[in-house]
Each structure stands twice: as C-alpha cells, then as structure tokens.
C-alpha cells in the first residue's frame, strides 16, 4: 500500500552542496526513487544506508536554486518549489485534542489497515482545504492505484495518500466516520470525592452493585 508519512520535514540544508538555507530562500523539493541508480551519490552525501538499515522506498530531498540542475531526472517522481522557512520553536500543547491532522497522523503511523484508507484520504482532503497540506503530485501506479503526494506546508513533511476513489454514495459514510474519529470523547465521570461532612444528601446514585457472573 502506497501509504507513507515521511517525517522527515524540509531539511536545513541543500541535500547536494550542504549549504544552509537562508529563512524565506527560494528551494527545491523533490521525492525521489531510492532505488534509481543515479540518485545513489546524492543518498550517500545524506548519510545512505548507514548500519545497513533499509532505505525507504522513496526519499524527500531539498535542494538549493542552483543544485537544481544537478538533481538526476530519472530518480525524481515529484519535484516542485517551495520556500524555506527557518523552523519555529514548538508551541507549548495545549489541550491535547484530536484533529484532522492529529488523527491523520495516528492512522498512518499505525497499523496498515485497509479500512482506513477511505478515511486517511478523506483526512488529507480536509487539510489540503484547510490549507495544511498541498498536493504536489499525483501519479498512477502501475497497479492503476492512484497517489497522491502531499506536502505539509508548514514542516515540509511529504505524505503519500492512496486515493480510494470514493464514490457519490461512500463520501458521506466515511465523512460521518472522520466526524465520528473527531468527535471529542465524553467527559470522563468525575469522581466525587468522599465528602468530609455528613450533610451528604442521600439521593438516587445508588451504589454500583458489582455484576453478577452469569
Ligand atoms: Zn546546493
């Protein structure tokens, strides 16, 4: 399944010259095939196969204007420009909430379940309107699967999305689904502490009678 959620953002530095990127500095983005021969001195450069660990099956690259040229155009699926923002400090979490991007970011890392793949897009929809994510590129696999590859507009992170080719009919099932996932949790039953006086009122909450095993 072509579902993938590179974390690694926009890179500080040129992927080929290693030059830092300067705040608001023009840049390249591309996705390339780990697999291409050519792109092979550029993995290098980047740390490569280190420990003998598996490359994944694509790579994000950053590149400065000039470095450009030099990219190998047979290695990249997906190339575009973008704008190289110096990274903010982390904003304090405040409550921690579920949102589209949070829940997004849960079913992709977990488990590989094909139920999730209609909601997985449905997510990825809402935060390409919400202006969260951009979609660089689609591409037909040789599978007839269409992908789509996202980019989060403010890391840079690269998020690859089957798209499930929804029907009229199954939109508003997994949009209820997506509402559902989003929908806050019931506040949990606050405990009442044992109150210290004895003006305790005496009314209906009866006392949990533990269930009998049947
Ligand atoms: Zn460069």
Known sequence: MAIEWNL?????????????????????????????????????????????????????????????????????ISLWQGVYTAPEPPAPEALPRETAESLLRKLIEGEDNPDNVPVIFVLAVMLERKKILIERTVRHLPDGTLMRIYEHKKNGEVIFITDPNLSLEQIPIVQQRVAELLAPPPPAP?????????????????????????
Request: with cysteine; net charge negative.
């Open 8 to 76: 690694r953002g926009r890179s500080n530095t040129c992927g080929c010259c290693e030059k830092a990127f300067d705040d608001g500095e023009k840049l390249f983005s591309a996705v390339a095939i780990t697999a291409a021969e050519s792109i092979a001195p550029i993995i290098e450069k980047l740390g490569g196969s280190k420990d003998g660990k598996e490359l994944p099956e694509y790579i994000r690259l950053d590149v400065c204007k000039e470095c450009r040229k030099t990219l190998p155009k047979d290695a990249i």
């Open 190 to 214: 606050v405990e009442q502490p044992a109150p210290a006086s004895e003006e305790t009122p005496t009314e209906e909450t009866p006392a949990e009678a533990p269930s009998t095993e049947e």
